[in-house]
């Protein structure tokens, strides 16, 4: 017989299913059992659609069960009026007794009063199952909820020596060097895939004229930010072009470029500044992926979450050197010759 951990367990894989569409929502699973059966499921598919909980609601074939019935979801159900009515209240309605919960939900307009709506109307709550994996799961709602930030992935790849890419005279203009081979590309793809800006410094645009799409992974291509504090970046830049909304970052505007959002920065703190503006702007998750100035920015800043470093079993000898970073990584995969090494930071 499964267990209240066993059904939240498949309530977070659910949740995964909206990966890269939720935000600025959090992903969120529900799984509705009537004696040991699941007869409803559903998850958050995209930010102004139906939560979780509604899905499974209306998965429901004999509505009667529900009354008899418990709900599992992964995040406390909302308690508010936003672009969906609150599901606190569609529980009540529907006569659920039973609410098992995952964890509480930071966002100020919730943060406990869902659980309390839910227990004033006599449903019984338990929470704190699956508690640490249902936060892991929304670590990016956590992240913007209590930091007032993006959460921030740092992403790179280096030679066994320590390298980005060679020495710029020994590199074709604008052609990608790849230092990681192809099952390793699409992993990094499939990471754009889930996020929903990715950065890069003006450098970055100049040396590769990069695409910064996840054409190598089926899933959405994020939002690009482009940092050009003294308009460096060519006019016929490809990402200038790039079909979803690109943010350009800047001191002043510039009258070269048209067709993006130009955002004149002071440019005296650049990475908390930039990061105030996605946050203003809704934008949930930051992926930056070069070049190594810009990461260092954020490194030295100490104003990220999660690094990815794909390692290559090659070596340049010189150079474009890798960033440092005072954290320990640990190997997470090996994607055919190449691998991929993590380190979260927890400050």
């Known amino acids: 017989m499964a267990s209240a951990s066993d059904y939240m367990d498949y309530a977070i894989q659910l949740a995964k299913k909206g990966k890269g569409f939720t935000s600025p929502n959090p992903m969120v699973g529900c799984v509705i059992v009537h004696n040991n059966t699941i007869i409803g499921q559903g998850w958050h598919q995209k930010a102004g659609a139906p939560h979780a909980e509604v899905n499974a609601i209306e998965s429901v074939q004999e509505k009667e069960l529900l009354k008899t019935a418990t709900l599992y979801v992964t995040l406390e159900p909302c308690s508010h009026y936003g672009r969906t009515p609150p599901c606190s209240s569609r529980i009540i309605q529907e006569g659920i007794p039973k609410v098992v919960v995952g964890c509480v939900d930071p966002n100020p307009k919730v943060a406990g009063s869902g659980i309390l709506a839910l227990s004033a109307a006599g449903c019984e709550v338990i929470t704190g199952i699956r508690e640490q994996a249902c936060k892991e799961l929304n670590a990016a709602f956590f992240t913007r909820q209590r930091k007032h930030r993006p959460y921030v992935i740092l992403k790179w790849a280096a030679s066994q020596d320590g390298f980005m890419a060679p020495l710029q005279k020994e590199r074709e203009t604008h052609n990608v060097f790849w230092l990681t081979a192809a099952q390793a590309q699409q992993r990094a793809h499939q990471l754009r895939a889930a996020i929903d800006v990715l950065l890069v410094g003006v450098q970055t645009v100049i040396d590769d004229d990069p695409l910064l799409n996840t054409r190598k992974w089926y899933g959405k291509s994020p939002q690009i930010a482009i940092i050009d504090p003294n308009h460096r970046i060519p006019k016929n830049a490809r990402l200038l072009q790039h079909p979803n909304k690109v943010l350009y970052f800047t001191t002043q505007e510039n009258p ?21 503006q996605l946050h203003q702007n809704e934008l949930t998750t930051l992926m930056v992926e070069g070049g190594a100035k810009t990461l260092q920015y954020f490194i ?48």
């Open 256 to 276: 070269h470029i048209k067709g993006v959002s130009q955002i004149v920065l002071p440019f005296q703190q650049p990475v908390n500044e930039l990061l105030a």
């Open 300 to 347: 030295d800043a100490n104003l990220w979450d999660k690094c990815y470093k794909f390692v290559a079993p090659k070596t340049l000898g010189a150079g474009v050197k890798a960033p440092e970073i005072q954290h320990p990584f640990t190997l997470k995969e090996v994607l055919g010759p190449d691998q991929l090494w993590s380190a979260s930071n927890t400050d």
